[in-house]
Every structure is written in C-alpha cells, then in structure tokens.
C-alpha cells in the first residue's frame, strides 16, 4: 500500500491532501448550495431554510433545528447501492448534523428548521468528511449565521504510517480510519471518530496532521465562497471603464 | 488592538476581523477578544463599531417593517400571509372588512382570496405569537396592479439606498410607484408597461451589484442610456 519510495498508490505523500474543488450556488432552487470534488469523491449539498417546520412538534422555542440527510446515490459505489437509506447513511446523517450544529447560530431562529441534503456521486474514501466541507460551504452561502466554517479530513493509517485524506482503496485494506471536524477559526472539534486502533501518541499525531490539513481545506472553502463575488466585482469594474 | 480588514472587504464566517477594544456590530460577534464575522458579507467600521452588511440571507421580521405579504390561508376571523420568511404573517379580519361587519358570520374570501397580495407593516413579533400585520395606513393595503418582482432581502437595504437616495432616482427616472417589502418582495406600478419593465431592470441589476461600490453612478448611467439620451 506504500510504495517502496515512501508515497502511496496515487503518488501522494503521507502528509498530502487530494486535489480538492469547491463550487458554491449551483442548485437555483435551494438558498444554498455547494459541490465538492475531493479526488474520485464527489459531493452536491444544498441548504433550504430557515423554514417553518413539518411536522410542528418537532420545533423548539428557543432554537432552529437542523436536519440533515446523508444520502448515496445508487451509482455511487462499484455495486449498485439501494437508494433506501441505510443503517451507514442514517448514522452519518446524524454525525454530519452534529459536526454542523456548533458551528451554526441556531438561537436566531426559533420555531425554524434548517435543512441540509447531502447527495454522493461518487464515493472514494473520506465522503463524510467532503460531506462537512460541501454542507458548511453551502450553509454560509444561504447567507445563514454561523460562528465560523466547518473543515474537515480523515486521517488513516497503512502499513504502520499516518497518512491523511484517506481513499476507498486505503480505507479497506488499512489499519485505521479516523474521521475528523474542527471550526479552524475557534479550534474546537466537532468530529472525531475512529475505527481502529491507535496508539496515544499516534493520536495526537493523528488530530495535529489532521488539524493542519483543515485549516488548508478551510483556506480553498474561504476562496471558494468569495470567488463569486469577487468575478462580479472585477467584470464590473471591467465594464464601468469601457 | 489590530483591525485586520478596511471597509469593503468581503468576509465569510468565522473570519476574524480585529482584536481588541472594538465594538461587535450586526452580523460580528465577539469571543475573549476577538471579532469574528458571521455571515458573507461586507465589513463596515465606523467610529469603533464593525459590522457586516449580509449578501445573502433569510428575512428576520422587525416591528415597523413595511412587508408585502401573499395570502395563503383564512382563520375564522384573520387572513394567514405568507412573508417569506419562516413564519407566517397574521392578518385580522376586521381591517380589511367594512365597518361593523361580524368576520365569524362573513365569507373572508370576498374580501381578500387566496393569492391576493397585500402591503402591510408588522406590528407585533415576539418569541410567544406569529407575526401580526396590519394593513391600515397610506400605502398599505391589497394591491390589484402593477408586477410583484422579488430579490434576496439581504439587497434590500442597497436598493433604498442611503436615506433612500437609491429607490428616490429609480422613482424619479422611471415615473413608477414603488413599495419595496423589506421582506424581498417589491411592488411597481407605472403609467406604461415600459417603465415598469425598465424599473425592474434596474432594480435586478442593484441586487446583483449590491457588493460592488460606485453603484448609484451605474445605476444613473444606466438609466440615462435606457432613456436614450446621450451622456
């Protein structure tokens, strides 16, 4: 799984993200929305609300809901996915919902929801966490409050080294998986699983490479959200001197 | 105490635009010592206060706020308005009926029908109730004409401009009646069709320059090429 020069099969270092894009604003009808390719893994998020909520038991008087939906579409996956959900898709539903809620501001919405559907194109390892970077991409583009953006990456471990950002093929045939969360501004952490089994040092070496690789994937989401604007502030400058 | 950002920046959550004795303005708030912006938008500071002016956004209803509301309901005695927002509007009966009439004995739907659009101002939300509006007073009322266009409410405060400079030339230009919903809806009326479609032009074209300064000089330029007339 490493080869004989230290890299791993698609030629990345350990330490090394992949390739990653971000659109924002590609879903006209949701208030935002944002589609994330993270190497063969890609992503479409789109946000809807705040809105009233269905069913009205279900809102709280102090605060917004939120509601998110994790979903793998049936081609996502080299066999054919039934589209029900599934035991994996409920949980990381509710993982992902967790790793969003710190970072939004709910108090400002009271008896409101907030929705959140997540849709896999394509998966190739680490899809919760292009999953985070995709739905708070999309959550800050519906202009909806929030305390800072949520970046996040996995860690893995083949053949005895830490490597981050891990692939399908990495994630099946490794020792380790460890998805992880942080608001990169606040430096606080909003997820952290892991499947496998690590030493405490290689733990703390695990969240500081982890750690790093966020506050990366944080610059990328920050370009991306303002990438729009700024092309429509130049094509107007363009056009206002001609 | 450092600022890390001039006016006219754009900004996303969570980035940090100063530290130290500054004053956290709408859309900023602040953790220890540090201000952090909340939403996409545009820093603004003045005087010690920084503040964010949002490009994008929900309609948070405000007591005072002029809105223009789509009926979508009837309770016994009030109409149910959607204000696009996420909560809905109510609308008392006994405003919009003929005086003295019993709303519990009358068909509310000769008075106002589903679909309708009515100008109203809100006069009550709190955390414990749905937003009440009323119709009462100039301006205000259901609207038969004119074309109903809508924006992002987070451009609202571009387009009146400052103490209304914004909406006050487009009305000059054009000759249109206009009411703008601080909900995104806005209602124009002019003498032509023409004039209408030119205001609407001009006001979709602020909603999505809103971020770029010098706006009032293109807006003017554009309405005097639209015109015809040389500059």
């Not at chain 2, 205000?140 to 571009?158: C, E, F, N, Y």
């Not at chain 2, 479609?197 to 009032?216: D, M, N, P």
Request: with cysteine.
């Amino acid at each position: 799984m490493i080869r004989p020069d230290g890299r791993r099969l698609d030629g990345r270092r350990p330490d090394e993200i992949r390739e990653l894009k971000i659109k924002i604003g590609i879903l006209e009808n949701a208030d935002g929305s944002a589609y994330v390719e993270q190497g063969n893994t890609k992503i479409y998020a789109a946000v809807y609300g705040p809105r009233e909520v269905h069913p009205r038991h279900l809102a709280l008087p102090n605060r917004a809901i939120i509601r998110c939906r994790y979903h793998m579409t049936p081609f996502a996956v080299e066999e054919r996915k039934s589209p029900a959900p599934t035991r994996r898709e409920i949980e990381l539903s509710k993982v992902i919902r967790e790793a969003l809620t710190p970072a939004i501001i709910v108090e400002h919405f009271p008896f409101s929801a907030i929705d959140v559907f997540i849709e896999v194109i394509n998966a190739d390892g680490s899809t919760r966490c292009a999953s985070i970077i995709a739905a708070s991409v999309a959550l800050a583009s519906a202009g909806i409050p929030m305390r800072d953006l949520v970046a996040a990456c996995s860690v893995g471990k083949i053949n005895g080294v830490l490597v981050l950002d891990v692939t399908d093929i990495e994630d099946k045939y490794g020792e380790v998986d460890m998805p992880f969360a942080m608001m990169p501004n606040k430096n606080e952490i909003t997820l952290l699983q892991l499947d496998g089994v690590l030493s405490l040092e290689e733990i703390e070496k695990a969240i500081s490479m982890a750690t790093k690789a966020c506050k990366e994937i944080y610059e990328k989401q920050k370009s991306a959200l303002k990438e729009k604007y700024i092309e429509l502030r130049k094509a107007v400058e363009e056009s206002a001197k001609t | 105490m450092p600022i890390y950002v001039k006016d006219w920046d754009l900004v996303v959550p969570g980035e940090v635009l100063a530290e130290g004795d500054y004053v956290a303005g709408p859309y900023v708030y602040k953790e220890g010592n540090k201000l952090l912006a909340t939403t996409i938008g545009i820093v603004e500071s003045k005087r010690g206060v920084i503040r964010v002016v949002p490009l994008q956004g929900p309609y948070i209803p405000k007591v005072g706020d002029v809105v223009i509301g789509i009926v979508i309901d009837y309770l016994p005695t009030a109409y149910v308005l959607d204000i696009n927002s996420s909560y809905k509007a109510i609308l008392q009966a006994t405003e919009v009926l003929p005086f003295q009439k019993n709303a519990l004995a009358e068909d509310l739907s000769k008075y106002l029908d589903v679909g309708d659009v009515v100008i109203c101002k809100i006069v009550r939300f709190d955390k414990y109730s749905d937003v009440v509006v009323s119709c009462k007073g100039r301006e205000l009322g259901k609207v038969v004409d004119g074309r109903l266009i809508k924006v992002s409410p987070a451009k609202i405060p571009r387009l009146i401009g400052r103490k209304g400079s914004m909406i006050n030339l487009i009305k000059k230009e054009t000759g249109c009646k206009i009411v703008i919903g601080q909900n995104g809806f806005i209602w124009i009326k002019g003498k032509d069709p023409g004039s209408e479609v030119l205001a609407e032009k001009v006001i979709r074209k602020i909603a999505e320059e809103a971020h770029v300064s010098g706006l009032t000089q293109r807006v003017q330029l554009m309405l005097q090429l639209e015109k015809g007339v040389d500059v």
